[in-house]
């Protein structure tokens, strides 16, 4: 088991474009949580699937937005891009009911 | 509000010293706490949580509800222990369906 996989590692945007960003969970896993890094924070909350439903979101504007499909892997979409957007985006897996999440590598967004 | 505060960004401690790292949380409710670790050019992985009471690594860790604390510790730092830290919680509500609140991290730097 690879475990959690996001893609791409990294991507590069200008201001106003739209970007998606793919997670694949662990193996087992049927909830998936996206959080957004910037650099010297710890991780925030964006947005969790379950049952191909956003079941719980944070404080993030509706640009973000995203997708669970039946084979429960993730997308996040992000449209007309800040600069602020910048940030590592990190993709967590785990079982419905179990409060362990296991997380991504990432996907390092530069938004120029 | 829920929040989790990390009072140190960079904790710089000799090998075979004791180790502190602090985490102070607001929840109203019951939480769960989580301690994760990233080590140099790896994921985000979890290192324990209240629940388990278990020591991974040497790391133990209590969780203090009258003083809302839940500090990492271990009696002997080792060079390998050098990371970033992050303390967690997890929320069992209608409005939170187990998403992490993390705090921003603590840099331990464990010197020869």
């Known amino acids: 088991d690879a475990g959690v996989t996001q893609s791409p590692t990294h991507l590069i945007k200008t201001r106003g474009q739209q970007v998606t960003l793919r997670c694949s969970p662990k193996s087992g896993h049927d909830t998936v949580s996206w959080y957004q890094q910037a650099l010297g924070q710890g991780p925030q909350f964006i947005f969790q699937?379950?049952?191909?439903?956003?079941?719980q979101r944070g404080n993030f504007p509706d640009r973000f937005s995203g997708h669970q499909f039946p084979n429960y892997s993730s997308e996040l979409n992000v449209n007309a891009l800040w600069l602020g957007d910048s940030a590592l985006y990190l993709c967590a897996s785990s079982r419905q009911g179990v409060e362990t999440q296991y997380f991504g590598p990432g996907t390092r967004l530069l938004v120029l | 509000a829920q929040r989790v505060t990390q009072p140190e960004k960079l904790l710089s401690v000799f090998k075979g010293a004791p180790v502190e790292l602090k985490c102070n949380y607001s929840?109203?409710?019951?939480?769960?706490l989580f301690w994760y670790v990233q080590y140099s050019r790896q994921r985000l992985q979890l290192l324990l949580r209240h629940i388990s009471r278990e020591s991974i690594k040497g790391f133990t860790a209590d969780l203090n509800k009258g003083e809302t604390s839940f500090h990492l510790k271990k009696p002997f730092a080792q060079e390998e222990d050098s990371a970033m830290y992050y303390c967690a919680l997890s929320g069992k509500s209608s409005s939170n369906t187990g998403k992490l609140i993390f705090g921003q991290g603590t840099t331990l730097q464990v010197k020869p």
């Open positions: 929840y109203s409710g019951s939480p769960e």
């Open positions: 699937y379950y049952e191909e439903e956003e079941r």
